[in-house]
């Protein structure tokens, strides 16, 4: 086994055992960003669609709601740290999850 592979081995190790300490911890933070963002089910619908591949134009359409109202929804949910901005094609930006 090269080098590489052993330093892979080991961070899926790591991995594995985060994941079962973190159990308890991340079933906190769930409910805690649906208490907290995911207050109405058009919400949950666009936090869902925020996987990375996504406008927020495209977003507003499958929702039905305004692309502004996307938008600020986007804004509070990057400023509270739960998504992120991947560039796609050049210079367009989408909204992902983090968690």
Do not use: H
Request: aromatic letters at 10%; glycine letters at 4%.
């Amino acid at each position: 086994m090269d080098f590489n592979q052993q330093i892979l081995e080991e961070l899926k190790a790591i991995r594995r055992l985060l994941t079962i300490f973190s159990q308890d911890k991340l079933e906190e933070f769930n409910e805690n960003i649906k208490t907290k963002y995911l207050t109405t089910p058009q919400r949950q619908q666009m936090y869902e669609l925020f996987d990375g591949t996504k406008s927020l134009k495209e977003i507003s359409t499958v929702v039905n709601v305004s692309s502004e109202a996307v938008r600020q929804f986007a804004v509070s949910l990057e400023q509270a740290g739960l998504i992120e901005y991947v560039i796609v094609s050049g210079k367009q930006k989408n909204p992902k999850r983090i968690f």
